[in-house]
């Protein structure tokens, strides 16, 4: 069984059903789906009471991180307070677009963390442009507050963040980026992280893997990035599927 680890069921609601057919005719035997904004994960969260292998987060993403106040970490615990909200996010840094400043996406962050730790669930972070921020922060907070678990969702950064997240127990989930031609520093990351760090996401709708890259992307399509993960792992699909699926129960500790 493979586990959608990172996707956006709230694109799919006219049709849902048949998303979660495909899914599941795929062998995606659960799937994540994640909170960018406070609304919108009561949303979710509503949404995932509705199936028995929906699991969602609470959370505001970084580029709707001005859109309302920075929530407080006790805000963030309070509605994570749920038998399907597995974890906290997505929070993190997004540079490349401008749609919030970065202060208050900073803010925004830590308050998730500090979420994260209260709640003992994993954070699931969003990181585009800002690896060194990223890392800067995660840091800080560890060594201020304890011990927090997190995942680097869709991880397209560079070894540099890998490997300062590898030393604070981070883990790693793979999107369709790396079925491009073109990704080959992605593979060859995911090629060296250590095998009980990897998990396998779509974060649909975007990002669909080759041979669907240009279209939109569902989680039925999880299945593709791991069979390319399996390759550069060396490992077969099934062996693939038995080790994310195993690494996701263990990040994701009320997903039992």
Known sequence: MLIDSHCHL????????????????????ELVTIGTTLDQSLAIRTLAESHAN?????????QS?????????????????????IGIGESGLDYFYDTAPKDVQQAS?????????????PLCIHARDADTDIATILREEREEGGHYDFLLHCFSSGRGLAEAALEMGGYFSFSGILTFPKS?????????????????????PYLAPVPF??????PSYVAKTADVLAEVRGLTSNELAAL??????????RAA
């Open 54 to 62: 929906v699991w969602c987060t609470i959370g505001v993403h970084p």
């Open 213 to 218: 890259r240009g279209k939109r992307n569902e």
């Open 10 to 29: 709230d694109y799919f609601t006219a049709e849902l059903d048949g998303i979660l057919a495909r899914a599941a005719e795929a062998g995606v035997g």
């Open 184 to 204: 080959t520093e992605n593979r060859d990351i995911a090629r060296d992280i250590p095998a009980d760090r990897l998990l396998v996401e779509t974060d649909s």
């Open 65 to 85: 991180a001005a859109k309302a106040p920075v929530p407080t970490p006790e805000a963030l615990v309070a509605m994570a307070d749920h038998p399907k909200v």
């Open 244 to 253: 994310t699926t195993a690494n996701f129960r263990r990040l994701f500790r």
């Open 109 to 121: 962050f830590r308050a998730h963390i500090r979420a994260a730790r209260m709640a003992s669930v």
